[in-house]
T-cell receptor, first 115, second 114 residues
Framework: GAGVSQSPSNKVTEKGKDVELRCDPI?????LYWYRQRLGQGLEFLIY????????KSGLPSDRFSAERTGESVSTLTIQRTQQEDSAVYLC?????????????FGPGTRLTVL | AQSVTQLGSHVSVSEGALVLLRCNYS??????LFWYVQYPNQGLQLLLK??????LVKGINGFEAEFKKSETSFHLTKPSAHMSDAAEYFC????????????FGTGTLLAVQP
């Protein structure tokens, strides 16, 4: 079946511009995660959605970052007034449930470059 | 707080040689551990996971990992490396709690020499 998809695959923007990244999770998956992967570093958690529960935003690095999810479908991550340190690969993952052993399936990521 | 340490950011082996990628964890509760692989320009793919059912976990592509509580380790091994194994490998621990987010190590880039 279809996996997690993300768009765009690459985004180049100028410092100060806003960007919106999209994630389509696997159909039926209730949990959705956003992670950021900066060059030479591991993935860092950004935000988590589970069904209709309030999202866990504890990993968002600043108030310039926000994310939304409509029900159990598409999610968008928005970065306002982008800075060069926002350059990274943004990865989305979904899992059927949100238990500690549930496998998270990752999308191919969006590579964001802020000039 | 839980954490994961991967020793060796770069590992190079010859084709046919043993692959050993190291992962140590820190956790105050029984951990759930994962190994993911990332091929160039692709997302992460699950290799295997430890869920406390068995300490020796077998995964895809001939990889396996052994959970050793006394050593707080979860090293990844493969008896014989193949050229197609060249990729970046990430160890992760599932944070116990409401979100069960994954906490990742910094990754190990595996090169396989012919």
């Amino acid at each position: 079946g279809a996996g997690v998809s993300q768009s765009p695959s690459n985004k180049v923007t100028e410092k100060g511009k806003d960007v919106e990244l999209r994630c389509d999770p696997i159909s039926g998956h209730t949990a959705l995660y956003w992670y950021r992967q900066r060059l030479g570093q591991g993935l860092e958690f950004l935000i988590y959605f589970q069904g209709n529960s309030a999202p866990d935003k504890s990993g968002l690095p600043s108030d310039r970052f926000s994310a939304e999810r409509t029900g159990e479908s598409v999610s968008t991550l928005t970065i306002q007034r982008t800075q060069q340190e926002d350059s990274a690969v943004y990865l989305c993952a979904s899992s059927l449930l949100a238990g500690p052993t549930d496998t998270q399936y990752f999308g191919p990521g969006t590579r964001l470059t802020v000039l | 707080a839980q954490s994961v340490t991967q020793l060796g950011s770069h590992v190079s082996v010859s084709e046919g040689a043993l692959v050993l990628l190291r992962c140590n964890y820190s956790s105050s509760v029984p951990p759930y551990l994962f190994w993911y692989v990332q091929y160039p320009n692709q997302g992460l793919q699950l290799l295997l996971k430890y869920t406390s059912a068995a300490t020796l976990v077998k995964g895809i592509n001939g990889f396996e990992a052994e959970f050793k509580k006394s050593e707080t380790s979860f090293h990844l091994t493969k008896p014989s490396a193949h050229m197609s194994d060249a990729a970046e490998y990430f160890c992760a621990v599932s944070e116990s709690g409401a979100t069960n987010k994954l906490i990742f190590g910094t990754g190990t880039l595996l090169a396989v020499q012919p």
